[in-house]
């Protein structure tokens, strides 16, 4: 099994930064990718920000320029760095490792962020 463990939420104000990270353990194989879902109240879960194994990113248009996802391979972790953070950020995010082989998907407990003033 793979354990998922989520840190770095919190409350901030507009326009401030928060950055979480996720550390990964458990049976890890090499070929998976890491990212961050997020799910706000009365919303579906919808991605934040997806990284490969060799690197390669994607992300939301609404994070786009605001976020950054990396990763530490040999550690198993990722991070999302969050500047400029927005009200309509605030919700649950949630870790997510996608095995690329078996199509397998793992999730962290996930983590409150709340952008409010």
């Known amino acids: 099994q793979v354990q998922l463990v989520e840190s770095g939420g919190g409350l901030v104000q507009p326009g401030g930064s928060l950055r979480l990270s996720c550390a990964a353990s458990?049976?890890?194989?090499?070929?998976?990718?890491m990212g961050w879902y997020r799910q706000a109240p009365g919303k579906q879960r919808e991605l934040v920000a997806t990284?490969?194994?060799?690197?390669?990113?994607n992300y939301a248009d609404s994070v786009k320029g605001r976020f950054t996802i990396s990763r530490d391979n040999a550690k198993n972790t990722v991070w999302l760095q969050m500047n400029n953070l927005k009200p309509e950020d605030t919700a649950v995010y949630y870790c997510?490792?996608?095995?690329?082989?078996?199509?397998?998907?793992?999730w962290g407990q996930g983590t409150q962020v709340t952008v409010s003033s």
């Open positions: 458990g049976s890890i194989f090499n070929y998976y990718n």
């Open positions: 997510n490792l996608r095995n690329v082989i078996t199509m397998s998907d793992y």
């Open positions: 990284i490969t194994r060799a690197g390669s990113t």
